[in-house]
């Protein structure tokens, strides 16, 4: 009964062992000094923040028409030049504003057989960094002639502080799970070999419906919601 204990113990060891050590056993170890592998420990952290957007991607566009093509384009684009400069004397820069999509299509007849007229639409992404400016940027694009939206997408941008605490907390997270693996194998950690990103998702699209009338009085309300990103980390250490 003794001896069969102390095969147990040593068979337990040996499985902490294993488990602590990379490369996978598909891999060729790569010899250390003294001729055995070295031992590491590959974690992922992650970690969860809660904060305000500080970017927001409105889209806005026209819809015009038309008996012919010419003339639904011409109506377009005259009264997407007119929200274009809209949006610019909102204060937004030229290289805020991009073009999403440009489309034209015949408009049919009940029968389907004969062509009554064309349809155009025109849409541009405006980047805001104010999320005050919000509502009355949608209104004065309306009052210049917008009657089309895809919708508002809130995000946290890459700068935002948050993101970067986010991540010490996923690294912090992560050295707690290795250092609980380390000593469960009669180890200690060492350096960072490989530290990586596995990336965060992205918020989805937050939409908004409203009338098209607009009033001076009432500027458009915009409720920005509490962004949540989650981060996550992998992090390699050696073993000593």
Known sequence: MKGNLKWGV????????????????AQSPTPAAGGSAERTVS???????RSA????????????????????????????????????????????????WVNLWPN????????????AENQINVTVREMGKIGR?????????????SGITFRVTDTNAGLDRALEDAVADARHKAEVLAEAGGAQLGSVLQIAEAGSPTPPPVYYERAMAVEASAPTPIETPTMETQVTVSVTWSLI
């Open 10 to 25: 040593a068979g337990l060891v040996v499985g902490l062992a294993a488990a602590l050590t990379l490369p996978s056993l």
């Open 43 to 49: 974690v992922s952290g992650s970690a969860t923040i």
């Open 53 to 100: 957007p500080d970017e927001a991607v409105i889209t806005l566009g026209v819809h015009t028409q038309d008996a012919t093509a010419e003339a639904a384009m011409a109506a377009n684009a005259d009264r997407m030049h007119d929200v274009i400069a809209a949006v610019l004397g909102e204060g937004i820069p030229e290289d805020d504003i991009a073009t999403a």
């Open 108 to 119: 049919y007849s009940d029968s389907g057989l004969t062509v009554v007229g064309y349809t």
């Open 137 to 149: 940027l949608i209104d004065r694009a309306v009052e210049a002639g917008a009657n089309l939206t």
